[in-house]
């Protein structure tokens, strides 16, 4: 168990409306990621952070952005959801600084954008 | 820019079958790694096991290996004797490091393979 937990665990919106997801962690991990997953696609990056307000873009961050103003949770906001970003959400951790680590996830997210 | 594929988008095997997952990686970066991750119906995702690209001994845990080829760039995945409980997404994916040299440890991932173990 990496103590990562992703509230909410399921959330229905409309198009239009701004959504926050959350990701908590307990074991002070530096580096967070989100990750979205989608058919066909497999899991694609959206943002990561490598600290309290250090964050950088992903591969598909067009329509979100992240905010980590401490350690242990990792935001992620969809300003204005579109149906397009109807997917399942995950949270990971990397438990190394500066090295690459294997990234353990969160229960992940499902978001629908009706 | 690095890409990982796998090309089998579904296998469908009978309990005790062996089966192999494949996977090949573009990348130009010298150091990497890759890994191999289980997703169960329940959707959580599980970590298998990770290689870095110096080390290209085969690895076998259980009823599970894998075969790394620098020289093909792939990282395939054996499960000998499959059972119903490896019915699951199996994902590969590929660390990542910027223009500079610099990884924070993004993961580039597959399409991911939907295995099927029938009874």
């Known amino acids: 168990d990496a103590g990562i937990t992703q509230s909410p665990r399921h959330k229905v919106t409309e198009t239009g409306t701004p959504v926050t997801l959350r990701c908590h962690q307990t074991e002070n991990h530096r580096y967070m990621y989100w990750y979205r997953q989608d058919p066909g696609h497999g899991l694609r990056l959206i943002h990561y952070?490598?600290?309290?307000?250090?964050?950088d873009k992903g591969e598909v961050s067009d329509g979100y952005s992240v905010s980590r103003s401490k350690t242990e949770d990792f935001l992620l906001t969809l300003e204005s959801a579109t149906s397009s970003q109807t997917s399942v959400y995950f949270c990971a951790i990397n438990p190394t600084s500066g090295e690459v680590d294997t990234q353990y996830f969160g229960p992940g997210t499902r978001l629908t954008v009706l | 820019a690095q890409k990982v594929t796998q090309a089998q988008t579904e296998i469908s095997v009978v309990e005790k079958e062996d089966v192999t997952l494949d996977c090949v990686y573009e990348?130009?970066?010298?150091?990497?790694?890759l890994f191999w991750y289980k997703q169960p119906p329940s959707g959580e995702l599980v970590f298998l096991i990770r290689r870095n690209s110096f080390d290209e001994q085969n690895e076998i845990s259980g009823r599970y290996s894998w075969n790394f080829q620098k020289s093909t760039s792939s990282f395939n995945f054996t499960i000998t004797a499959s059972q119903v409980v490896d019915s699951a997404v199996y994902f590969c994916a590929l660390s990542e490091t910027d223009a500079g040299g610099t990884s924070y440890g993004k993961l580039t991932f597959g399409q991911g393979t939907i295995l099927t173990v029938h009874p």
């Open positions: 952070s490598y600290g309290v307000k250090d964050t």
């Open positions: 990348t130009r970066d010298t150091t990497y790694y």
